[in-house]
């Protein structure tokens, strides 16, 4: 019991102390429903749905573009898996408790211009045109792979188990996805690139 005499601990401190939040309460949930961290992974979080929706639109000209009927079908494939990250994204802005908004992401707007590019700059049926296509969806993959990556381990840091969940199989399907085009540049495309005579 808490008393004045010396050495003792004071009623008024001893009720502050005993009221003074545990780390695990810092670290819980609700500690989080308002903080810093909340409001950069949410901004996070709209830059890379607006990179998904950007690559829905993207994907159909990189397919009808390739030369390779196996790069065709992996940029079909990963096309409706993207969809389907669209999804995931706005589950988590409904786990979040907020609206799904897009916000311009400068990083895949220009990998998404590089492609238009490099289909621009190339011609129709070769090789080379493949290996460019590949580049390009490489450096997209790379920088979703990055981005989710981070953003799995911010929604576990803030105990968000679920969507660190939802997240964590994006982030399989786009390494995956990343794995694919380095088998297939690997497997000939790159070969096939090389026999082919510059102008």
Known sequence: MPCTERGIVFPS???K????????????PKAVLNSKLREFFLEQLQDIYWAEKKLVKT???????AHSDELRAAFDSHLTETEGHVSRVEQVFELLGE???ATECPALKGIAEEGEDIIDETEDDTAQRDVGLIFAGQKAEHYEIATYGALV???KDM???EIADLLSQTLAEEKKADEKLTELATNGINREAAQ???D
Request: no cysteine; hydrophobic share 40%; net charge negative.
């Open 159 to 161: 105990g968000q188990s």
């Open 196 to 198: 082919e005579v510059a």
């Open 153 to 155: 381990q911010l929604a």
């Open 17 to 28: 102390l005993n009221f003074m939040p545990t780390q695990k309460d810092q670290n819980s």
């Open 13 to 15: 401190l001893w009720e």
């Open 59 to 65: 994907l159909p000209k990189l397919s009808e573009a």
């Open 99 to 101: 609206k799904a908004e």
